[in-house]
């Protein structure tokens, strides 16, 4: 994108991190793999692949990919466990995401 004239540097780090996390969040299956994830880390459960595909009507594939963004965009961390991949939701990100919201 071409500027034509100077933008405020502290709005546009802020600016870039909110459309990040939007994108992110642009799909429904994004928005509820963020929420089934959220859920069940609450009450300490771990959420691996296994679990997501039986939760989810999609194809492992097809959350594979949807995983992918949320990692990319940092909402979702992973601990490897031998063959497993853990997941859980990166609640300071979720924070700062949702207090950047509101300073708009």
Do not use: W
């Amino acid at each position: 994108m071409k500027l034509r004239k100077p933008i405020n540097i502290a709005f546009s780090e802020e600016a870039i991190f909110v459309a990040k996390i939007a994108d992110a969040l642009s799909h429904p299956v994004r928005v509820a793999l963020v929420h089934y994830v959220r859920t069940k880390n609450q009450v300490r459960n771990d959420v691996c692949n296994k679990d997501l595909v039986e939760y989810f009507p999609y194809s492992q594939s097809s959350l594979s990919q949807h995983i992918k963004k949320l990692k990319e965009a940092g909402l979702f961390e992973v601990e490897y466990r031998d063959k497993f991949s853990i997941y859980s939701v990166n609640e300071d990100l979720l924070v700062q995401y949702s207090a950047a919201i509101n300073a708009l």
